[in-house]
């Protein structure tokens, strides 16, 4: 098993820049990536980033691209989400994901492990 906490959500001006954390623990050698998701109310969670922990490949939404930076530390057990340039459409609960899949994927389901969340608002 997998668990994983995010923290470092917030309220922010529009423009402005979060880090959002997730401190991965238990059996995480048995995951190939992971990711960060968001859902804003009345709308379906939806991928954010992703990064390959064997050798830190990352890929981003369209939506974020060029704003958000996924890295990953302390010995592939602590995802960041640097967050910048953000606007008012960012605002959501930020999921921490983790899968045992080894092909790329962006899809929520092929997720196993999540976080609680941590709610970034970002205001205009």
């Known amino acids: 098993q997998v668990q994983l906490v995010e923290s470092g959500g917030g309220l922010v001006e529009a423009g402005g820049s979060l880090r959002l954390s997730c401190a991965a623990s238990g059996r995480t050698a048995g995951t190939y990536f992971m990711g960060w998701f968001r859902q804003a109310p009345g709308k379906e969670r939806e991928f954010v980033a992703r990064?390959?922990?064997?050798?830190?490949?990352?890929y981003y939404a369209d939506s974020v691209k060029g704003r958000f930076t996924i890295s990953i530390i302390n010995a592939k057990n602590t995802v960041y989400l640097q967050m910048n340039s953000l606007k008012p459409e960012d605002t959501a609960v930020y999921y921490c994901?983790?899968?045992?899949?080894?092909?790329?994927?962006?899809?929520?389901?092929?997720?196993?492990?999540w976080g609680q969340g941590t709610q970034v608002t970002v205001s205009s």
């Open positions: 990064i390959r922990r064997s050798d830190d490949r990352t």
């Open positions: 994901a983790a899968t045992v899949n080894w092909r790329p994927t962006d899809t929520v389901s092929d997720y196993g492990y």
